[in-house]
């Protein structure tokens, strides 16, 4: 049965949680630069460090030299060709093609020796996309919320993988579940009850919120907040056409879409 007081065993430490980065050096850039103004102790990321944007290499180096938790997502597995892209839709696969073809090799070799798609830290479950599929689940609904809650073995439990800043939590077992979006500025205490958190894209926001997005954590008192960071979109997008990449794939930049 699943512990609905969480105990606070482990010494406080702040965190920057931060997913699906997408090759999307300039929200990157921007990001790193507000968490190193906000004194935070280590950075855990989710996984998705390329596909769509144009500088995965640069990326995926920055964020090995940078997390003490880096997950592998589907885009990432699909530059390694270890999952079949035959699923992706048509601009994402030709990223992933593209991305085959001109990542540096120093970046292949650091993604090839990540743990996988998810992990364990200070009693926190972290998965690229859900605990019940840590690879393709979306969970953007009650009902697949409800089912992840249900399986996952940790009260609290960080997911990418939807680009949306959002929770969910359910108080007790005879609760329903609650889905919230989580603007700018959103602060949770999670130190009761279950949760699953996904701080939202850096790279490719699709809230509707085009800024990039990540969280901040405090692994003691499990007090999250959610941050928006404006970045250069334009400078992101214009790479992105110059790579001969999809020009879509940096106007839905713009819209957080």
Not at 171 to 179: A, G, N
């Amino acid at each position: 049965m699943a512990q609905y007081d969480i105990r606070q065993a482990h010494p406080s430490m702040k965190v920057a949680v931060i997913s699906d980065i997408h090759a999307n050096l300039h929200a990157l850039d921007a990001v790193l630069e507000d968490i190193d103004g906000r004194g935070v102790d280590e950075i855990w990321c989710l996984g998705d460090a390329v596909g769509y944007g144009a500088f995965p290499g640069e990326c995926v180096t920055k964020l090995n030299e940078r997390c003490s938790v880096f997950l592998l997502g589907n885009h990432d597995l699909a530059a390694l060709r270890e999952i079949d892209i035959g699923s992706f839709s048509p601009s994402a696969a030709a990223s992933a093609r593209w991305t085959r073809e001109n990542m540096a090799e120093e970046a292949f070799e650091i993604l090839r020796g990540l743990e996988g798609t998810s992990s364990r830290r200070e009693e926190i479950g972290l998965f690229h996309a859900s605990p019940r599929d840590p690879i393709w689940e979306y969970v953007v609904d009650s009902d697949m919320a409800e089912d992840n809650l249900d399986f996952q073995e940790e009260d609290v439990a960080l997911i990418g993988h939807s680009h949306i800043s959002l929770y969910f939590t359910r108080v007790d077992e005879m609760s329903r579940v609650s889905s919230v979006l989580a603007p700018e500025g959103t602060e949770l205490k999670m130190n009761r009850g279950k949760w699953l958190v996904n701080p939202g894209s850096v790279g490719q926001p699709r809230d509707g919120d085009p800024r990039a997005a990540w969280a901040e954590l405090d692994t003691e008192s499990l007090l999250i907040r959610f941050h928006r960071l404006s970045y250069p979109i334009e400078d992101a997008a214009t790479a992105i056409t110059e790579a001969g990449l999809p020009q879509h794939l940096g106007e839905r930049l713009f819209k957080g879409q």
